[in-house]
Structures are given as C-alpha cells and as structure tokens.
C-alpha cells in the first residue's frame, strides 16, 4: 500500500442534524467558526476537539476536525492499466475467422449463456421472444 500524503492541515467539518438541505459545513478553522456561530465557544470546543481526537456533539450538532489530503489516500495497483490493442491492417482482416477460434475455445454453457444474453438485449422492454420460430434441440457437452 502506498503511504499516504497528508499536508498536515485540517478542516472543521459541521454537520447539522436536523437541517433538510446544506446540513454539512466546511470551515478553515475553528476561529470561522465560531466567528459565524457565536453560540458557541472557541475555547470550549478546540479544548474539546483537542483531547483524544474525538468529536464534539450536541443535540444539533456534530464538529470535527478532518485531515486534508492532497494525493490519493490508496493506491490499487503499483502498475500501469494499458489497454490491450491489436493492430490489423483493416482491409485484410477477417474478424469472423478470430471469433470463431474464440467461441470454439468456450464450453457449450458460456455459448448458450451468450446467445441468450444478446437475445435478450435485441428485445424490447415487456416483449418476450417468438418460440414457434425457435426449435429446441438437446446438446451433447
């Protein structure tokens, strides 16, 4: 796992319980706000946010500090995804000949699931497929 780059900043996180809409507030610092909320104290809740880390709530409130991060927080995978290309010349290409050895490759199952599958897709919403066209045959796998 990558390490993770923290800038050493925090933000004040607010979040109102019992607001319908903007019920999250981000603040710099905790002097904005309680600048913007004078109810309450800035002593009271940095000496709070201070010990242990913990959040302060209330009734109607819950403030926090939360660590900015400026790089990603995990990383999956150490290496580059690179999409898989072939490059063909367009003129002489048969893409039917490529299918086949592919399908051929998959069990009698993966085959039928398929077919179902793109039956499926051609069908509109509701509508179910004509079976007195269909014949039905038992396979041998």
Request: charged share 30%.
């Amino acid at each position: 796992m990558a390490k993770t780059e923290n800038t050493g900043r925090r933000v004040i996180l607010a979040y109102w319980k019992f607001r319908d809409k903007d019920n999250f507030e981000v603040f710099s610092n905790l002097k904005h706000f309680t600048a913007s909320y004078p109810q309450y104290s800035y002593n009271t809740l940095n000496n709070y946010l201070s010990k242990g880390k913990k959040p302060f709530e209330n009734e109607v409130l819950r403030i926090e500090r939360m660590a900015v991060h400026n790089k990603p927080i995990r990383q999956t995978s150490h290496f580059r995804v690179v999409p898989v290309v072939q490059k063909r010349q367009l003129h002489s290409f048969d893409e039917s000949k490529e299918d086949l050895k592919y399908w051929l490759t998959r069990s009698v199952k993966e085959r039928a699931y398929a077919v179902a599958f793109i039956v499926n897709q051609s069908l509109q919403p509701g509508s179910k497929l004509d079976k007195s066209v269909v014949s039905k045959r038992k396979l041998h796998s």
